[in-house]
């Protein structure tokens, strides 16, 4: 397990090669094995094979360039917070362009995940759900998350890649209407998956003396030094 965390890598150039439906039910199988908040199960999953299917997805999605709010969005938030992060500037085009479809131009196989419509998993969250709304979204998101985590774990002893996807969103409404996927269910990632072309760079993280505390947030953990490791 320590070691699929340690190699796993978001990768966006795939082989050609197909992903038998073997192995994509054991990676759902683990997916579906996550913790969920009151065991809610709340996903939901598209396996996407049919190249036109996909073909669809990306013309939508690169037809969505031109979206004034994804445009807006990319150069008012994502470009200076990418910027940033990696320290030098990078072009807004690029972005916009990964934030839609390029991790999914190649990928073999995606799987889209949905997010179950809360009203219609349980009669009390039907009852409730304008009042909690935002702890319910919250659990589900999360155990979503759990959920892709187990599936792209899972996917690297095998000799798999994945890149976790989310920047499509700003298509979401017009990818679920290929898709089929009913109001109220909402698509919340799409995971493009394959046999690795080749690998980038590892990304960075940030070391444990820099997010981890000791009893109180304003607290650094004396036993923490800048010698923890960051890669
Ligand atoms: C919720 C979520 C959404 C993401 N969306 C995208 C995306 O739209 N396009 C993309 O290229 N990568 C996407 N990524 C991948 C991240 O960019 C990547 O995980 C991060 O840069 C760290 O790199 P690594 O996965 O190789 O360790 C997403 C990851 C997560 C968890």
């Known amino acids: 397990m320590t070691e699929a965390i340690e190699t796993r890598q978001s990768i966006r150039k795939f082989k050609s090669d197909d992903v038998s439906d073997e ?12 913790p969920s908040a009151e065991n809610a199960q709340p996903w939901e999953f598209i396996i996407i094979k049919d ?17 004034k709010e994804l445009n807006k969005f990319v150069k008012d ?22 934030a839609g479809y390029y ?22 969250f039907k009852e409730n759900y304008s009042k909690y709304r935002d702890i319910i979204f919250i659990w589900f998101v999360l155990s979503i998350g759990a959920a892709v985590e ?16 989310s920047g499509f ?15 109220g269910v909402r698509l ?6 394959g046999y690795p072309e080749k690998n980038p760079f590892k990304t960075p993280r940030k070391p ?8 109180k947030y304003s607290k650094a953990h004396p036993a923490l030094t800048s010698k923890s490791p960051s890669l």
């Open 208 to 215: 444990l003396e820099e997010i981890v505390y000791l009893d």
């Open 77 to 98: 938030f994502l470009a200076p917070m990418v910027s940033e992060a990696v320290g030098f500037q990078v072009p807004v085009q690029a972005l916009i362009k990964g």
């Open 169 to 183: 969103m700003f298509g979401e409404e017009r990818v679920k209407k290929i898709l089929e996927i009913p109001e």
């Open 51 to 67: 190249q036109k299917i996909k073909g669809e997805i990306i013309e939508t999605l690169k037809a969505g360039i031109g979206d």
């Open 150 to 165: 187990n599936l792209i774990l899972t996917a690297v002893p095998k000799g798999l890649a994945t890149c976790w996807t």
């Open 23 to 34: 192995i994509i039910f054991q990676l759902l199988d683990m997916a579906r094995k996550a």
């Open 103 to 124: 991790p999914l131009l190649n990928a073999p196989v995606l799987i889209a995940v949905c997010m179950k419509d809360p009203t219609a998993l349980f009669k009390s």
């Open 188 to 193: 919340l990632s799409i995971i493009a998956l």
